[in-house]
């Protein structure tokens, strides 16, 4: 299976090189390797991740090439004549963003978590919670599978803030994955030092998963306790100028949380530059001190992503996995038609999913990866999405 399919390279300049898709030109950052005109790579998240050999490649867009054209089709089908405000977000996400959808994995391999939001359920105030941590053989071998076995092209290792895994295990994690695979590796570790983001760059890390959560800092210290916004803040843009292509966003329905917060958020959250918008509703654990409040309808959730679209049209913005659990017979399909171009899909070994317990009844944790995967790819070809991430667009 292909989630990303190879491009020529038919541009360099300094480190940024023109791919062709079927005579779509994209943009890639190319840090690793010395390319020639003519080569076929693999972009992903705006980084080139492989190399391939023209012999490799292809066949592979010999049998991509019909269904890449029939998918736009579909896709512009189902957009065109836009009426009502999910329908002109994804109008737009179609004139501005094309029919390619991110699809990475994520890895939970630890649920361990040094602080306390009130949110959460992985806090460590919640001691009905089991706590596992991945070995590191055990976390690269997973990552080996869902890149080889699985085709992802990009992986999400995230965790509770677990300190139990220091400088030198998170780049023994970093640097044995990428010895044997080729993929973008993004950390969703929380709040840690920034020289610990600093070697894991240098071992080849490149994504970052950080949500500022809220951008109202009075209420983000009430949720946080012991922690400052503003360094939170601080520490996505320090590891955006290091290099890290950065993922964030906010929490939606916090308590005390208004409409004029979450219009502000979006904002924010653009001004960080994103690679992707990850923003989801919050749900209750009941666990939590926050355990009573209510979940914000979907509809809620659904306004907020076709805002965000038609504010930034050519944006990436992800359907959470919280957004699935409001509703997970139509949650990512409806995400996925108000504007929304990205998702995940959960790789973290069966045995360890349920126990990843941020919020309860999370979406995908029943079924095997297999299985979920079909589902996914069914679902983006009916709405003429290509499952592949063709690097940044120009
Ligand atoms: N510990 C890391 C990463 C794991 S938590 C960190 O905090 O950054 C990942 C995300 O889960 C958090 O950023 C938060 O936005 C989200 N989250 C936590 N509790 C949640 C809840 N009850 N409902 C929805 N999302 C939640
Ligand atoms: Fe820990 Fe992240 Fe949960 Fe906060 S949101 S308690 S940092 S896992």
């Excluded at 009905?128 to 053989?137: L, Q, T």
């Excluded at 349920?354 to 983006?380: N, Q």
């Amino acid at each position: 299976m292909c989630y990303a399919i190879p491009g020529k390279v038919v541009g360099i300049e300094n480190s940024l090189v023109t791919i062709d898709y079927f005579g779509e030109k994209k943009y890639a950052k190319n840090d690793f390797f010395s390319l020639k005109i003519g080569e076929y790579v693999y972009a992903q998240g705006g980084f080139i991740i492989q190399r391939v050999s023209e012999e490799e490649a292809l066949p592979i867009l010999e049998a991509w090439k019909e269904l890449f054209f029939k998918l736009q089709e579909i896709d512009s089908r189902i957009s065109a004549k836009p009426q009502n405000l999910y329908q002109r977000a994804n109008y737009l996400r179609q004139k501005y963003s094309g029919n390619s959808c991110c699809v990475h994995g994520i890895i939970e391999f630890s649920n361990y978590c040094r602080n306390d939001c009130l949110y959460c359920g992985l806090r460590k105030s919640n001691d009905r919670i089991r706590r596992y941590r991945m070995e590191i053989g055990e976390i690269i071998n997973t990552a080996e599978y869902a890149v080889k076995k699985l085709g992802f092209k990009a992986l999400v290792l995230q965790s509770g803030e677990d300190v139990w895994y220091d400088e030198d295990k998170i780049c023994k994690i970093v640097s044995g994955i990428l010895k044997n695979c080729a993929c973008l590796i993004i950390l969703s570790i929380g709040e840690r030092e920034e020289s610990l983001f600093g070697k894991a760059y240098k071992v080849g890390a490149r994504g970052l998963l950080l949500r500022f959560e809220t951008g109202n800092p009075i209420l983000y210290e009430k949720f946080r306790p012991g922690h400052i916004w503003k360094e939170r803040v601080g520490l996505i843009k320090k590891l955006s100028a290091l290099g890290y292509l950065i993922m964030s966003g906010f929490l939606i329905g916090l308590p005390g949380q208004t409409k004029e917060d979450l219009e502000k958020d979006i904002d924010l959250t653009a001004s960080l530059k994103p690679e992707m918008f990850s923003f989801g509703p919050f749900i209750p654990h009941p666990n939590t001190p926050l355990g009573d409040f209510p979940k914000p309808s979907l509809e809620f959730v659904l306004d907020i992503i076709a805002q965000t679209r038609m504010k930034y049209p050519d944006s990436r913005i992800l359907v959470t996995t919280a957004l699935e659990t409001l509703d997970k017979i139509n949650g990512l399909r409806l995400g996925l038609l108000s504007g929304a171009n990205s998702l995940m899909i959960n790789v973290t070994p069966q045995k360890y999913r349920t126990l990843y317990e941020i919020y309860p009844e999370r979406a995908g944790t029943e079924i095997s990866v297999e299985e979920r995967i079909g589902y996914v790819i069914k679902l983006l070809q009916s709405l003429g999405r290509a499952p592949t991430d063709l690097g940044r667009g120009g």
